[in-house]
C-alpha cells in the first residue's frame, strides 16, 4: 500500500473541506450585505408563553431571567411563563417562581424523570395554552423592547413559521475563552446568518431566543425527543415542510457563553452529536426536498460544518500511523496545495477580521483569531468522536453547560488533550529523526495548538 499516496489524499481533502467552507462563508458574508430587517404586522396582540427548561442551575440565573420578563413592554395579561424543572430537589428554583406570582402568570411543572431531555421539557410545556412560544435558556436576559421588536416579523406571511433572534453574550471579558467564542459568535450572527436570510429569506431555528407559532408547532408534532439537537432539528422539519423561519437581527438577548475549556468541550460535544443525529434522520429529506439547489446545498454545508472539523482530528489520529509507515508524499507534489491553502488562510483572516468583537488594536483582534482557530483545532478530536456515535448507534449524552455560580463547583479534566499531545511529541521525534519535511510540519502544526491549550489551559 502507497502511504505517502493516502497523505497526499488526505492533505488534499483537508484543503477541498477548507475551502469549500471559505466559499461558503464568502458567498454568504456577500450576501449579508443586502440583508434588511424582515417586515410584518400585528392586527391583534397574541398570549405569548415563555418556555423556559432548567436543570442543574443556580436559582439566581432564573430570578435575573423572570425579573427581566417584567420588565418587557407588552401587556402582562399577555404574558405567560411556564419553567419546566427537571432538577431532583425543586424546591429552590419553585421559590423563585413563587417570588414573582404577582407580577407574571407563571407556571412551574416538576418532571420526576427527565425524559427526553431538553425537547421532553419543552412538549411538556406545551400543556399551557399560548399564540406563540418564545424559548429562553436560563442563563438568558430579554431587553424590555425584546417582544416588541421581534414579533412583527413573525406575521410577514402565513408561511412564517419561527422567527430566530440575535445572541448577544453578556460575559465577553470573562476570559480568553469567552472573547475567542464571542468572536466567532459575532462573525456568525453578521455573516452566515444575515446571508441566509438574505439569500433564502429563511434560516436556522436558533433555539434560546427563537419564537414559535404555537398552532405551526402542534401540526409538526412538537419537539423531537430522539436528537438533542432539538432547535435545529425542528428548524429543518419546518422547512422542508414548506415554512420559513425568518432572522431577526434588530431583536436581540443576552445569554453566557463558555468561558471555561471543560465548558465549550461539552457543549461543542452535544452539539457534534446532536447534528449527527439530525443529518442521520433528514440528509435524504434535504436532498429530495422541494427546496431549490442553492438552498439545500447551504442547509448541508452549515449543517456538516462538525464533520469537516471532525476530519482534522481523523487526521490528526492517522498522524502518527503515516510517520511510522513513512507515508511522506513529495514536498513538490505539495507545494500548489501549500500555495493554496496561505492564500485561504489569508482570505479567510481578513474577512473574519471585519467581524472584530470591537474597535481593539489589530494585534489583540488578530489574538482573538488566532486562539478561536486553536480551540477549534484543539476541539477535533472530541468533533469526530461525538459525531461518530450516532452512526455507531450509540446514545448522545446530555450535560448541561454550567452557567452563572454554577461554573465554580465543577473543574475539567484534559485526559485526552494530554495522551494526544504526548502522542504528537513522540510522532514529531520520530518524523524529524526520519528527515520527514511534510509530515514534521503537519504533526508540528497540531502538536503546538495542543501545548498552547495546555499552557492556557482556559479553565
Not at 427527565?114 to 421532553?120: D, I, L, P
Not at 430579554?142 to 413573525?154: E, M, R, S
Not at 464533520?307 to 500511523?321: H, K, N, R, Y
Not at 513538490?332 to 488562510?345: D, F, K, Y
Request: charged share 20%.
Amino acid at each position: 500500500m502507497d502511504f505517502a499516496l493516502i497523505s497526499l489524499i488526505v492533505l488534499i481533502v483537508l484543503v477541498v473541506v477548507g475551502l469549500t467552507y471559505l466559499v461558503f462563508h464568502l458567498w454568504m458574508s456577500k450576501a449579508s450585505l443586502s440583508y434588511s430587517v424582515p417586515k410584518g404586522y400585528l392586527n391583534e396582540v397574541p398570549v405569548v408563553a415563555f418556555h423556559i427548561p432548567v436543570k442543574d442551575e443556580h436559582p439566581s440565573l432564573l430570578e435575573r431571567l423572570l425579573s427581566s420578563i417584567t420588565r418587557l413592554r407588552y401587556p402582562k395579561d399577555k404574558i405567560k411563563v411556564v419553567v419546566i424543572c427537571d432538577d431532583e430537589d425543586p424546591k429552590p428554583m419553585r421559590e423563585v417562581c413563587e417570588k414573582v406570582q404577582r407580577e407574571l402568570d407563571v407556571t412551574f411543572i416538576h418532571r420526576d424523570k427527565a425524559k427526553g431531555f431538553k425537547a421532553g421539557a419543552l412538549n411538556e410545556a406545551l400543556k399551557v395554552e399560548g399564540d406563540l412560544i418564545v424559548v429562553l435558556d436560563v442563563d438568558s436576559i430579554v431587553p424590555p423592547d425584546f417582544l416588541i421588536k421581534a414579533l412583527p416579523p413573525l406575521y410577514e406571511a402565513d408561511d412564517v413559521a419561527a422567527v430566530s433572534t440575535r445572541w448577544e453574550p453578556i460575559n465577553v471579558k470573562e476570559s480568553l475563552l469567552s472573547e475567542a467564542y464571542s468572536f466567532g459568535q459575532n462573525f456568525f450572527a453578521r455573516g452566515l446568518f444575515r446571508g441566509f436570510q438574505a439569500k433564502f429569506g429563511s434560516f436556522m431555528l436558533l433555539g434560546s431566543g427563537c419564537l414559535i407559532k404555537r398552532n405551526v408547532l402542534m401540526e409538526v408534532g412538537g419537539w423531537n425527543e430522539k436528537c438533542i439537537a432539538e432547535d435545529l432539528e425542528l428548524g429543518v422539519r419546518l422547512r422542508l415542510k414548506g415554512y420559513r423561519i425568518v432572522y431577526n437581527d434588530s431583536a436581540f438577548i443576552w445569554l453566557e457563553t463558555p468561558s471555561r475549556y471543560s465548558d465549550f468541550k461539552a457543549q461543542q460535544r452535544r452539539w457534534s452529536c446532536g447534528i449527527s443525529q439530525l443529518l442521520l434522520k433528514h440528509f435524504k429529506h434535504i436532498l429530495t426536498s422541494k427546496l431549490k439547489a442553492a438552498e439545500k446545498l447551504s442547509l448541508l454545508v452549515y449543517l456538516t460544518q462538525y464533520w469537516g472539523l471532525a476530519f482534522v482530528g481523523f487526521s490528526m489520529i492517522l498522524l502518527p500511523l503515516l510517520v511510522l509507515l513513512n507515508g511522506e508524499p513529495s514536498p513538490l507534489l505539495l507545494l500548489p496545495i501549500l500555495v493554496i491553502s496561505l492564500l485561504a488562510m489569508a482570505i479567510y483572516g481578513y474577512e473574519l477580521m471585519k467581524y472584530k468583537l470591537d474597535e481593539g488594536s489589530l494585534l489583540r483582534n488578530i489574538k482573538v483569531l488566532g486562539r478561536a482557530a486553536a480551540l477549534t483545532v484543539a476541539m477535533s478530536l472530541d468533533s469526530l468522536i461525538y459525531s461518530l456515535r450516532p452512526l455507531m448507534r450509540m446514545k448522545c449524552s446530555w450535560r448541561v453547560t454550567p452557567k452563572g455560580p454554577s461554573k465554580k463547583l465543577s473543574r475539567g479534566t484534559f485526559k485526552l488533550e494530554i495522551g494526544l499531545t504526548a502522542l504528537l511529541l513522540i510522532t514529531l521525534v520520530i518524523s524529524v529523526m526520519k528527515l520527514f519535511i511534510v509530515l514534521t510540519t503537519w504533526t508540528a502544526i497540531y502538536f503546538v495548538v495542543l501545548i498552547y491549550l495546555l499552557v492556557k489551559r482556559f479553565e
